[in-house]
């Protein structure tokens, strides 16, 4: 079974600096996705970034990008320029061949004024 | 573009009731997927289906039960509900059967609150 861990239950931010979320997995599945979901206080589940495991390029979503280290198992998640709509719990999910989710415990982010 | 759609978005039941939690997918997705996300909690995957059939199953309670119809939206039945069920359901919806594996797109959820 797959396990993901995010060590960091809250983080904070000023406006308009950089912050990066950790994120671990460990699976014995060779190929897999990675992907980062923002849930405001709305709760709805937004797409931030996606990453696939075959890809040894990271992905970037303008002010998102990630660092993937498939050795070390680790998906990081770092937002520049971060905005107060940044506000908002990040999950760290993985998706195997059985294609369903499974997520970390969030790290709650917010960005200060 | 269309977006996942779940009905109701609140529901309120007592103990012992039964409830029905709906989901529309996007249009030519082929896989939907349920999750429950308890207050506090990260999403815990429920079930999946794959073409109409159940696909996967998690931690789901056998007092749970779903389906996928013929035109691809899918229920979600509880019955004896319990104050513990009380949660944030999701819905989400990929492609997976064309070979090109899409992100699941997730609904806005239905609110349960069981008192």
């Known amino acids: 079974a797959q396990t993901v861990t995010q060590s960091q239950p809250e983080m904070s931010v000023q406006e308009a600096e950089t912050v990066t979320l950790s994120c671990t997995y460990d699976t014995s599945e060779s190929n897999y996705y990675l992907f980062w979901y923002k849930q405001p206080p709305s709760r709805q589940m937004i797409l931030v970034i996606r990453?696939?495991?075959?890809?040894?390029q990271n992905a970037t979503e303008n002010r998102f990008s990630v660092n993937f280290q498939k050795a070390a198992k680790s998906f990081s998640l770092k937002i520049s320029d971060s905005q107060l709509g940044d506000t908002a719990m990040y999950f760290c999910?993985?998706?195997?061949?059985?294609?369903?989710?499974?997520f970390g415990k969030g790290t709650l982010l917010t960005v200060n004024p | 573009a269309a977006g996942v759609i779940q009905s109701p978005r609140h529901l309120i039941k007592e103990k012992r009731e039964t409830a029905t939690l709906k989901c529309y997918p996007i249009p030519r997705h082929d896989t939907v997927y349920w999750y429950q996300q308890g207050p506090g909690q990260d999403p815990q995957f429920l079930i999946s289906f794959y073409e109409k059939m159940q696909s996967d199953k998690g931690s789901i309670p056998d007092r749970f039960s779903a389906q996928q119809f013929s035109d691809y939206h899918s229920e979600l039945n509880m019955s004896s509900l319990e104050l513990g069920d009380s949660a944030l359901y999701f819905c989400a919806s990929s492609s997976t059967g064309t070979g090109l594996n899409t992100e699941a797109f997730f609904g806005q959820g239905t609110r349960l609150t069981v008192v």
């Open positions: 999910a993985f998706e195997g061949s059985n294609y369903k989710l499974t």
């Open positions: 990453q696939e495991a075959y890809k040894q």
